[in-house]
């Protein structure tokens, strides 16, 4: 395009962003990508999630005389974002294996025709030789690429067939190419503009989510604490993010006997499933989708007001990618993650047991990074802001660091009692049993034993549970202590905890916190009604305390003692 064409088109940039999407002003960075891509240069979009990607190319579809071709690596997503753009008058349509012969073949003869402005494609699709061949025919304006990072193996969601989409440029050199993702520290950004030949002209907003609060609270009682963080959202809309299939559905369930509407969501769900939890969810008949990662690409869902971790994510892309899916609106959020520092040692050993090479080592480094910021005393934005290389000078206030920053306390007293009890049971038992042996519990596996014969026997009776718990962690954290999850999880002494036994060093501790800082900006305090049968939860409370003690695990592991409670 000329100068005098170009200015015609910015002008027309705003009349199109209000006739046809019905938007008044441009957000952050949109109106730059546009007229960069009107002016016929290439372009890498880096947008939080929600920023407003899907415009940056979908008004220039409509401003360039010929067809965009958008790839997109979701069905359901190219699905929804048709829809949404023949609902506004634009004439759009997509092409993958879902679509049964006829209708694709409709939109091939529309394509040829000049009939579509733009045609959302999967990536195998679009490489296909005879589409190519095809397109060769048209005029193409630009090639978008949605979700760009899956091209990148440093990316969190590669995907092989991302990866031959490098043969764009030499098949379209005129075409210029428009790369978008949410995600993207400074190797996945250099390795998308390599593997796509693009000039590293790039496009930054601000990956600050200011309406979203960040809190890490400490993974002690998850299925507790997560219940009494749903039960103050007061049945807003919220996804549950677990690292398993089976503990999706546990949760799922769980949440429902509690009286919340909740569906689980993931791979093992057959088409039809899937389909009707997101529908729902969207339409809000649906409060809580309870999913594996599986659950939300694209999930254009505006009101989503929290998003729990259940587990620890495998990188902080991923976490931030999937907290991202909350106040889409710009309202205020919720992030939680419960963190169990022994998680990271399960991925970890889960990470181990795949092929050694460069990706096993990415996987390594992504979740030594996520770990660090699970584990970072400091404020949770900068920790995020800085991990995508943003300065963030300032504190946010708006954490649960910033609101309620670590208490530290003279922890020697704790620490020696610890210490000395594993000494005493041999250094041979893993954490539930040391701390039932601390709290001076009568359980089967502690008379078996005669561990309530030792002298430590219930030194620890006067704190709970989740006090050494974390006691017991930080402990470990701090390498006074050691837990081999590769050898049955028994916690043992490092040489370093001699001094603490002897009193010779100080030690401070970080309090434990037990209670979830909730938001306080909704006060209605209204329930779902709870729909329990007293007398099978009378049943199940004695069935749980002897399994309890069969499995030799306090019960809360074995049902959640809130429900049974009630
Ligand atoms: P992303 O792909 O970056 O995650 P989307 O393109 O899905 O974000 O846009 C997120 C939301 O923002 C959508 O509901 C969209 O309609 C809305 N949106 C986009 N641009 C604007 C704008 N200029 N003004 C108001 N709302 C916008
Ligand atoms: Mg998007």
Redesign the pocket.
């Known amino acids: 395009m000329d100068q005098a064409a170009l200015d015609n088109s910015v002008d027309q940039l705003s009349s199109t962003?209000q006739s046809v999407?019905g938007?008044?002003?441009?957000?952050e960075g949109?109106r730059e990508v546009i007229e960069q891509i009107c002016a016929g240069q290439d372009c890498l979009v880096i947008?939080?999630?929600?920023?407003?990607?899907?415009?940056?190319y979908q008004l220039p579809a409509l401003i360039m005389p010929g067809l965009t071709v958008v790839v997109s690596p979701l069905i359901s997503l190219m699905k929804d974002q048709v829809d949404s753009l023949i609902q506004t008058g634009v004439s759009a349509a997509y092409l993958n294996s879902s679509l049964p012969r006829e209708e694709s073949l409709q939109v091939l003869q529309k394509m040829r025709y000049g009939e579509l402005k733009l045609l959302y494609v999967s990536p195998e699709r679009l490489l296909q030789a005879s589409f190519i061949d095809r397109l060769h025919e048209l005029n193409v304006s630009l090639f978008a690429i949605?979700e760009a990072h899956c091209i990148s193996q440093w990316g969190h969601d590669f995907r092989p067939e991302y990866a031959a989409l490098g043969r764009l440029r030499q098949q379209f050199p005129q075409v210029p190419i428009m790369a978008?993702t949410?995600t993207a520290d400074k190797a996945t950004r250099a390795d998308i503009c390599e593997r796509l030949t693009i000039t590293p002209h790039s496009l930054l907003t601000s990956f600050d989510r200011p309406n979203i609060r960040y809190t890490v609270a400490e993974k002690l009682n998850a299925a507790n604490q997560l219940r009494q963080f749903v039960d103050a959202q007061n049945g807003t809309s919220g996804i549950v993010y677990c690292s398993s299939r089976r503990r999706v559905d546990e949760v799922a369930e769980r949440l429902r006997l509690q009286g919340h509407q909740a569906e689980a969501y993931h791979a093992g769900k057959t088409q039809e499933e899937r389909a009707d939890v997101q529908d729902r969810f969207l339409k809000d008949q649906l409060d809580i989708v309870v999913a594996t990662v599986a659950f939300g690409m694209?999930i254009?869902k505006?009101n989503v007001r929290y998003v729990v971790h259940y587990d620890i994510p495998k990188s902080v892309e991923a976490y931030y990618q999937e907290t991202?899916r909350a106040g889409?609106d710009g309202l205020d959020s919720e992030a939680l993650m419960l963190f169990d520092p022994a998680d990271i040692g399960r991925v970890r050993h889960l990470i181990e047991q795949s092929e050694p090479g460069p990706q096993q080592q990415v996987e390594f480094h992504k979740l030594n990074t996520m770990a660090a910021f699970a584990e970072a005393q400091t404020c949770r934005r900068q920790v995020l802001l800085h991990y995508f290389d943003e300065p963030a000078l300032k504190a946010c206030g708006n954490c649960d660091i910033c609101l309620d920053p670590p208490k530290k306390y003279n922890g020697i007293q704790d620490a020696q009692k610890v210490l000395s009890c594993i000494y005493r049971i041999g250094q041979r038992f893993g954490i539930n049993h040391l701390i039932e042996v601390l709290r001076g519990s009568k359980s089967a596996s502690v008379i078996e034993r005669g561990h309530d014969k030792l002298s430590t026997w219930g030194i620890g009776k006067e704190k709970s549970h989740e006090h050494w718990l974390s006691v017991i962690r930080q402990l470990i954290h701090l390498g006074l202590a050691n837990q081999d999850i590769t050898r049955g999880s028994s916690v043992t002494l490092n040489p370093s905890a001699r001094a603490v036994l002897k009193g010779e060093v100080e030690l401070l501790l970080a309090e434990p916190r037990i209670v979830i800082q909730t938001t306080k900006r909704r006060s209605n305090n209204s329930r779902a009604p709870l729909n329990y049968d007293r007398k099978l939860f009378a049943r199940l409370k004695l069935l749980r305390r002897t399994l309890a003690e069969e499995l030799d695990v306090p019960p809360y592991l074995v049902f959640n003692d809130a429900t049974l409670a009630e």
């Open positions: 962003l999407f938007y008044r002003t441009f957000r949109q947008m939080p999630t929600g920023g407003g990607k899907s415009l940056c949605d978008l949410a694209g254009n505006s991202g889409r």
